[in-house]
Nanobody
Framework: HVQLVESGGGSVQVGGSLRLSCPLS????????MGWFRQVIGKEREGVAA???????YYADSVKGRFTISLDTAKNVLYLEMNSLNSGDTAMYYC??????????????????????WGPGTQVTVS
């Protein structure tokens, strides 16, 4: 039973930092594709960062140079390190896993319907 639950969200001042965590409970394919998405009420969910099965990473233009996605294979936890936060980063943040066997290769952030497992989200508020 795969269960993703994000943590690490909260309220932070402009310029601050947060690290989001997503333990991959019940999921053991570390060579799958995974990602972080965010959503503001009234807007579509957007891809923020993605990591593929050989640990290549991809970022939305709005977060490049500020956010870092990583996978700790020993702990089986997906992270999103967020620095230099601004008000535009305020959103609910979700982790997602493709949920297929084998090694996953991508060249960009995939759309939301490409991922099969999602967490319930963690709120990030920057003010």
């Amino acid at each position: 039973h795969v269960q993703l639950v994000e943590s690490g969200g909260g309220s932070v001042q402009v310029g601050g930092s947060l690290r989001l965590s997503c333990p991959l409970s019940g999921y053991r394919n570390s060579r799958d594709c995974m990602g972080w998405f965010r959503q503001v009420i009234g807007k579509e969910r957007e891809g923020v960062a993605a990591i593929d099965g050989v640990l290549r990473t991809y970022y939305a233009d709005s977060v490049k140079g500020r956010f870092t996605i990583s996978l700790d294979t020993a702990k089986n936890v997906l992270y999103l390190e967020m620095n230099s936060l601004n008000s535009g980063d305020t959103a609910m943040y979700y982790c997602a896993v493709r949920g297929r066997s084998g090694t996953c290769f991508v060249r960009e952030i995939q759309p939301t319907n490409w991922y099969n497992y999602w967490g319930p989200g963690t709120q990030v508020t920057v003010s």
